[in-house]
């Protein structure tokens, strides 16, 4: 019996005269190792003798899966067979050289010459020591391939028989094996005769020559075949490779799905899996506590949900969000090598340090995907194991489970993000506008999510874009990301990657295009003109036919270097291989706000971007298509890199000219462009854009301001609108949308002014406080409606600005809110404290438990007032509840209300402009003043009403 402790003491060499024994069944020359008995018992069978095969005894020791795992590979043995000369050696030469160097993979050559020198010198060419030979070299590349090396085992092994023996002992240790037939005629093998070993057997000088006086039986099989006369030594070795890759052996996957390596694994590996659609239902996920979400979160929860930001499940906790900050990256260990499979589903616990999550797996996430709340949330949901996350239109979008709140440290976030502060940088100023807390935990969506603005087509999940790569039989895909409109420059870029892309070998490269639909800055092209002008494009065949356009979710950050890593990634993660970038991805200029170090020009270097992409330490097998300005050639009315000899026929086109040129309405060119085009830009080159493509940024440009455009994705939703006679004009979420007021004869109405105050026409009641509201904003919506002053017949509108509309961002109402109809808070008239009226009718808050639709005409109880305080102007707020509500009996004055709700609205009145960057508004009191004084100023804003009809002033 071998004696453990003495085994190892005596060390690497006891264990290579082992290894050598193992394979020979002899015992190395030369003098014995110290420590080691003479006799040593080697059985012919597992288990006989006084050996037992460790690797099968018992459960313990380390499991092949979790070696294969840990190191990133799978052990294999490539057996390359084939007659002398046919290329064996000089393939697995290049093959391991690519392996080590390109893939980091652990690989080992194992040659038959130069076997012949060592473990197997003695050993000649008769059948049985061919027999021999290759036992040997198979036994060694066995436990090679358990360690997990790749190893390349190149021998001519002429005997069928010999080779299925060896894939034997490999099948017995579930490895895999992988016959590589090196088939070349014998003619052209001993064409080559690169050993002169043909010319010797011809003059009789060697006996026994395969494929000359001796057989060689071809396999019937193999699992790779390489018709080595009729290819390039790189084609050879790219063939190998890539059924490497569709084994899983370079990626350790136990299940390699059918798309690699056409397409890559996402971020986290071959079996991760975006979140599923939550087990909740809408009805059941609307009893939690709600957190609203603004345009930009939505487009985040959108990323999240589908998995664009692999392997990240939800909005970021604060220990993801330090690691992407700090490093661009977090770790994960999605196989649970460390034991911390949920580590970023944990609550952050900076006490803990215990962990090995060092080891796990560290992947690309360098911006931050986090969700911002405000004060009056993170006390809401305090407590809470799930919350319910509604988008601005007030649908039920996901459940964030097991809430993180933690605080928003936003200078250190926007330091590290941008690597500079610009107090005027767009995404910088909805940062700083933001709530003081974020809110990190895991999404699941209820169900898809769709916009509903006439572009949902265009938006593609990474599954079904995964699915559309596979039916175009792609076998890579090269990604293009923009925000701007496509001309020849941009085509130029994607047809020359297409190019380059072939002749690297691949057969059907794709192209995808993929326009960014998040939120952009207010001066950015429209997504939908975007959208339709690439759509224009492809059909005019600037771009391949089979090109796949799909927006992109994410918002965009302009936050340069660190952002571009981003937009690689997630491309990355929907199977893309190639990423094309150019000059200055995702720049911006620096604003002219006097309050920062530096005051105009490019915020970034425009090379830095693409260089940081090309070092990223994220990339894995992604290759980046870095690309230089082109210019157009007024020669040939193409775009291309500028020819120096000839400087003077190059023109610079830049986005600021394209704008202009488009603004004025710029026709085509003649066929010989003036010198002076530069100076004069009286058209628009022939060739840099496709008329049709032309003809929208044109139609754009000229009409920038029209609300027809859809800026960036922004969910549209219907209006809740109550049952009577209204009419409709425009569409909902756009300025253009009325709700007219008829009544029973079909006439035109004013709610303002026709709508009676009082239930009974003309008399306020004697008591019970009772008025009559007409609603504008239903309960849990966001749209802010309001009774139009400046229109003919006062119709309900969509509060816009700067032609935008707007939404409530700072929480979800749990309030109806609307108008008390013929009230107006005289602007010419001071209360008792000098302040004058803000020039508009009541505004009321019911807090019933219903939701009342847009346009109901609800009798309420009054049952309270707030005075806020806006630049001298006082704006009151009478609160009230259906009188029809279930709690309306037992509420007559504030103290008959809950007191968090009276604390919920003190709050809302005070804060809800904060989240558009404005500073906190004034109450005359937080404290709910009592129905007398409520009754008192709605008497008093009834009587300016009427004098102001009467005067003609409203």
């Known amino acids: 019996m071998i004696n453990r402790p003495k085994m190892v003491a005596v060390g690497t060499i006891a264990l290579l005269g082992m290894l050598l024994m193992s394979a020979t069944g002899k015992s190395p020359a030369g003098p014995k190792p110290k420590g080691i008995t003479e006799k040593v018992v080697v059985p012919t069978t597992n288990g006989g003798g006084n050996i037992y095969d460790d690797s099968t005894f018992g459960s313990k020791g380390l499991k092949k899966k979790d070696r294969y795992h840990s190191i990133g590979q799978k052990g294999v043995t490539l057996w390359m067979t084939g007659f002398s000369g046919s290329g064996k050696s000089t393939i697995g030469k290049e ?62 092994s002429p005997y069928r028989a010999d080779r299925e023996q060896v894939r034997k002992i490999h099948k017995e240790k579930q490895l895999e094996f992988m016959e590589v037939f090196v088939d070349i005629p014998i003619g052209d093998a001993e064409k080559r005769d690169p050993k002169g070993l043909y010319k010797k057997a011809r003059a009789g000088q060697i006996k026994g020559f395969t494929g000359l006086d001796a057989p060689y039986e071809p396999p019937l099989d193999p699992e790779i075949r390489i018709k080595s006369h009729e290819m390039t030594l790189q084609e050879e070795v790219d063939t190998i490779i890539r059924a490497l890759q569709a084994r899983g052996i370079l990626t350790a996957t136990d299940h390699t799905p059918t798309w690699y390596p056409a397409l890559l694994p996402p971020d986290g590996g071959m079996d991760w899996q975006p979140p599923a659609y939550s087990t909740y239902s809408t009805a059941a996920a609307v009893k939690f506590p709600q957190v609203l979400l603004n345009d930009i979160d939505l487009q985040w929860v959108q990323c999240i949900g589908e998995g664009w930001a692999a392997p990240l499940k939800g909005f970021m906790r604060e220990g993801v969000l330090l690691q992407s900050l700090h490093f661009n990256s977090m770790l994960t260990d999605p196989l649970g090598l460390t034991g911390n499979a949920d580590f970023t589903e944990r609550q952050t616990n900076f006490d803990d340090y215990s962990t090995k999550l060092q080891m796990g797996e560290r992947v690309d996430m360098s911006v931050p995907i986090v969700l911002p709340i405000t004060a009056a949330t993170q006390k809401m949901i305090e407590g809470s194991k799930q919350v319910t996350l509604v988008s601005p239109t007030g649908k039920p979008v996901a459940v964030l489970t097991n809430p993180e709140v933690y605080e928003f440290r936003k200078e250190e976030v926007i330091s590290r993000l941008f690597g500079g502060m610009d107090p005027d940088h767009p995404y910088i100023k909805v940062l700083m506008a933001a709530g003081p807390y974020l809110l990190g935990g895991e999404v699941e969506l209820l169900e898809r999510i769709r916009y509903n603005d006439g572009l949902d087509s265009y938006r593609l999940t990474p599954a079904e ?60 092209m429209p997504l939908d003109v975007r959208i339709h002008q690439h759509q224009v494009v492809i059909e005019e065949g600037m771009l391949p036919a089979d090109t796949v356009m799909a927006i992109w979710p994410s918002p965009m950050l302009y936050a340069g270097p660190t952002e571009v890593q981003w937009h690689c990634k997630s491309r990355r993660n929907v199977g893309a291989r190639f990423f094309i970038t150019g000059r200055d991805p995702a720049g911006i200029k620096r604003s002219k706000n006097k309050n920062q170090m530096t005051v105009g020009g490019d915020f970034y270097d425009g090379n830095h971007g693409r260089y940081v992409l090309q070092t990223s330490p994220g990339l894995g097998e992604m290759k980046i298509l870095s690309f230089s300005k082109v210019y157009y050639d007024k020669l040939d009315n193409k775009m291309k890199p500028p020819d120096k000899s000839r400087k003077s026929d190059f023109l610079s086109i830049s986005g600021s000219t394209m704008r202009a040129l488009a603004k004025k309405g710029a026709p085509p060119c003649p066929d010989v462009i003036a010198d002076n085009w530069e100076e004069t830009k009286p058209c628009i080159p022939n060739g840099f854009m496709v008329k049709r493509g032309w003809d929208l940024m044109i139609e754009y440009y000229q009409d920038p301001k029209n609300t027809k455009w859809i800026g960036y994705s922004r969910m549209m939703s219907q209006p809740l609108i109550a049952q009577g006679n209204f009419v409709t004009k425009g569409t909902f979420g756009k300025p253009s949308w009325s709700l007219y007021f008829q009544n029973s004869e079909g006439d035109t109405i004013s709610p303002w002014h026709d709508l009676q105050l009082y239930p009974t026409a003309g008399a306020a009641p ?127 004055t504030p103290d008959d209300i809950d007191g968090q709700v009276a604390a919920r609205l003190a709050d809302w009145l005070k804060m809800y402009k904060t989240a558009e960057g404005k500073a906190v508004n004034e109450l005359a009191s937080d404290m709910m003043e009592g129905p007398l004084k409520a009754m008192s100023v709605i008497k008093e804003t009834h009587e300016y009403w009427k004098t102001g009809r009467e005067a003609g002033t409203i």
Not at 495 to 519: E, F, H, I, M, S
Not at 859 to 876: A, N, P, R, W
């Open 766 to 892: 004697a008591a019970g406080r009772i008025v009559n509201m007409m609603v504008e904003i239903p309960m849990g919506r966001m749209e802010k409606l309001e009774v139009n002053k400046e229109v003919k017949y006062n119709p309900i509108k969509q509060d816009v600005k700067k032609n935008q509309p707007r939404y409530y961002k700072y929480g979800i109402p749990f309030f109806n809110y609307g108008m008390l109809p013929q009230t107006w808070e005289n602007p010419q008239k001071k209360d008792k404290d000098g302040h004058m009226g803000d020039g508009d009718p009541l505004d009321v808050m019911e807090i019933g438990s219903k939701q009342l639709p847009t346009g109901s005409v609800v009798q309420v109880k009054v049952l309270g007032i707030f005075s806020l305080i806006d630049q001298g102007e006082v704006d009151y707020k009478i609160i009230v509840i259906n009188k029809d509500d279930p709690m309306a009996s037992s509420m007559r």
């Open 465 to 524: 874009l995964r699915e559309r790569f596979i039916q175009h039989g792609a076998d890579a895909v090269y990604a293009f990301q923009t925000r701007n409109p496509t001309h020849a420059g941009h085509a130029y870029l994607m047809q020359d990657a297409g190019r380059q892309l072939k002749a690297k070998g691949y057969k059907k490269p794709l192209l995808w295009l993929t326009p960014l639909g998040g939120w952009t800055k207010s001066d950015d």
């Open 95 to 156: 093959l391991e050289e690519r392996l080590v160097k390109d893939y980091r993979k652990h690989t080992y050559r194992l040659d038959g010459d130069n076997l012949r020198f060592g473990l197997n010198k003695d050993l000649g060419f008769k059948k049985e020591d061919r027999a021999e030979n290759v036992r040997r070299v198979g036994e060694v590349a066995k436990l090679f391939a358990e360690s997990g090396v790749i190893v390349i085992a190149s021998l001519i």
